[in-house]
């Protein structure tokens, strides 16, 4: 158990429409980062929040977005859904100081139909 | 940050000591090499991280060549819960704080 909690498991929704994935990061950690994981594009770094701050943008598309609230926990926003946007998302967290060292949660699975 | 290059799959008999090869031939001074697993689905995993002298710790013990070119991930007594894809990443101190996950090698620990 990493400590990184991830909500939902699973998530089965339709073309169009949106959806929020939720993350609360380990205690105590300040930064947030968001990956997205597809059979055909491995794992790739969507976002980073550090203490309520954007950070880092990696290839999110437009159609996501993503924020950190004053508690740390961290929200990723999927909108006007593809099915190409049916993955697994994962949250990771890491200390100040040693963000190489990432954390991770136990995923999303994003299923669209 | 540098590029690593893996084999894309390995086989080890459980019990044996698993050695898994990076080739990061293009790092540079100040560049670390992490290794990361991630078992069926679940999240990627930490295992270690070295920077030019070798490391271990209760999971696993890296070899960093002299001249840091490549690195090797040892899993010292494998067993069937260490089948796994395992990403060897290498970068600095600075910059982006992201992860970049390559390919991997695909262990397959054989009972």
């Known amino acids: 158990d990493s400590g990184v909690t991830q909500t939902p498991k699973h998530l089965i929704t339709a073309t169009g429409q949106r959806v929020t994935l939720r993350c609360s990061p380990r205690?105590?950690?300040?930064?947030v980062y968001w990956y997205q994981q597809s059979l055909d594009q491995g794992l790739q770094f969507l976002i980073q929040?550090?203490?309520?701050?954007?950070?880092a943008k990696g290839n999110i598309l437009e159609r996501f977005s993503a924020q950190q609230f004053p508690d740390l926990h961290s929200e990723l926003n999927l909108s006007s859904l593809e099915l190409g946007d049916s993955a697994l998302y994962f949250c990771?967290?890491?200390?100040?100081?040693?963000?190489?060292?990432?954390?991770f949660g136990p995923g999303t699975r994003l299923l669209v139909l | 940050d540098a590029k690593t290059t893996q084999p894309p799959s390995m086989d080890c008999a459980e019990g044996r000591a698993a050695n898994l090869p990076c080739n990061h031939s293009?790092?540079?001074?100040?560049?670390?090499v992490y290794w990361y697993r991630q078992i069926h689905s679940q999240g990627p995993q930490y295992i270690i991280h070295?920077?030019?002298n070798n490391e271990t710790n209760e999971m696993a013990s890296l070899i960093i060549t002299e001249d840091r070119k490549s690195s090797t991930l040892i899993l010292p007594h494998a067993t069937l819960r260490d089948t796994a894809v395992y990403y060897c990443?290498?970068?600095?101190?600075?910059?982006?704080?992201?992860?970049?996950f390559g390919t991997g090698t695909r262990l397959t620990v054989i009972p």
């Open positions: 990771a967290s890491s200390d100040r100081g040693r963000e190489e060292t990432q954390y």
């Open positions: 205690s105590g950690d300040l930064s």
């Open positions: 929040y550090y203490n309520g701050e954007e950070r």
């Open positions: 293009t790092i540079s001074g100040n560049e670390y």
């Open positions: 070295g920077l030019k």
């Open positions: 990443i290498v970068r600095g101190p600075t910059g982006a704080n992201n992860l970049f």
